[in-house]
């Protein structure tokens, strides 16, 4: 049903109410509408305000706004989140050169310095770097995107900031380098010609040893593909048969064959050299 949001009463005269009275007292009534209407704005924007509040504090994205007007950029605010995750409060990043005592080293890059080193025609600048822990100082990579805010005539006047904490992503990233230089190093030491391929074919590694067995100069003239690779050499059964592509001993293997010392007759097309390879 309907709900009551104010009532008047209006009771200051002991004869009827004229014509005059009824336009006084509808005007009062609209006023009294008007109350009615901005106290439930405020109410609704008194609990935006709150779910927004709840909404950044529950947020692994840090936010910070900086004014840009003045002669040295001074942060106007951050997020409460940041102290669950990098220790310090608010009042904290307020204090001055809070970020250039507290980044790693001489990494990163100040907003002062973008605005003067950097032509950001979009307004947008992204850049990685670590960041240290309030609690023991500890490195927490951080993700950095900065939105700068203009006047009409051109003129920063505000940028926004977003931290995320990359922490989980550059470790992983890391330890797959790693793993990469150990498969290479393994790979290179290796005297057989050795390949891996992916799912779609796709070489993902390679040796030195597989580019000589196949008469290539180097690792970057081998194509990366499978079917690259009918550019440039010619399969034969011991027959003479030849192969399509899509019959090479990888592209079988892939459909789930399995095969075991097949050997074949290998030409290249460009220099008509010949010779038997023996593929497991």
Known sequence: GETIVAVVGVANKEEDYDHQDELQLSLLMNNVWKVADRGKAMTELAELSARMQHYIESSDVIIFAFDLTQAKVKATWCGDNIQRILGYTVEDVMNTNWWRKNRHGEEGISLGQILREYDLETNDFEQDYRFHHKKDRHDVWINERIRILRDAQGNPIEAISAWTDITVRKQ????????????????????????????????????????????????????????????????????????????????????GESKSNEEYVLCRLDTEETWFGSYT
């Open 172 to 255: 992983i990233e890391a330890s797959a380098a790693e793993s990469a230089a150990q498969l290479e190093a393994a790979l290179s030491s290796m005297s057989d010609a050795v390949i891996i391929s992916d799912e779609k074919g796709n070489y993902t590694h390679f040796n030195e040893a597989f580019a000589t067995f196949h008469k290539f100069n180097s690792k970057e003239e081998c194509g990366l593909h499978l079917f690259e690779w009918s550019k440039f050499i010619e399969v034969r059964t011991l027959d003479g048969e030849l192969l399509q592509a899509k019959d090479w001993l990888v592209n079988r293997v892939l459909r």
